[in-house]
């Protein structure tokens, strides 16, 4: 049985549906990348002087006082180097007062960061929520479920693993 040629009106309205399906897919996945980009550059602040200590300005700190989400205390240099006597941290990275923390300066400020793998996790906390965010967007806007769920363990990984090594 010969085939009938579909109208020049058909084929066009076709094309048209499956250009909006490909913006569609583009703008979905640009939504994701938008969300890991701010991830890496929300995290890449801290995780730069917890990876890689600038100038040697690392040391330990101990934890004396918390208020208002900072904990302070004196700072003493592994370098000997010019250094703040006293430091602030983030009060999520730290447990108890009176704990002993190796830390990085970050440069110019009187501001630390843990280092070693407990320091390095807790400073790529944002991008693990940056993940677990980006799943959903390729698990159901996509319809790539695994990609997606791929995401979203990786990203609850790396949060949990953050919460259990500090």
């Keep these: 049985m ?7 009106t058909r084929r066009a309205g076709e094309s048209a549906y499956g250009a909006l399906l490909l913006g569609r897919n583009i703008l979905i996945g640009l939504v994701a990348v938008v969300l890991l980009v701010a991830g890496v550059w929300t995290s890449w602040d801290n ?9 040697g300005n690392t040391g ?35 447990r108890d007062l009176g704990d002993t923390l190796a830390v990085s300066i970050k440069p110019g400020t009187d501001e630390v960061v843990r280092t070693g793998a407990g320091g390095i996790l807790h400073s790529w906390i ?41």
Excluded: Y
Excluded at 65 to 79: I, K, L, Q
């Design 2 to 8: 010969p085939t009938k040629k579909r109208s020049r």
């Design 47 to 55: 995780a730069q002087h917890a990876m890689f200590p600038k100038d």
């Design 60 to 94: 330990t700190m101990t934890v004396e006082a918390c208020s208002d989400g900072r904990c302070s205390g004196p700072f003493v240099s592994e370098s000997g180097g010019s250094a703040p006597s006293e430091v602030r941290i983030n009060e999520s990275a730290t």
């Design 126 to 166: 944002p991008f693990g929520g940056a993940l677990a965010l980006a799943a959903v967007v390729v698990g159901g806007g996509l319809r790539m479920k695994r990609t997606g769920w791929t995401l979203g363990v990786s990203g609850i990984a790396l949060m949990v693993g953050a919460f259990v090594a500090l």
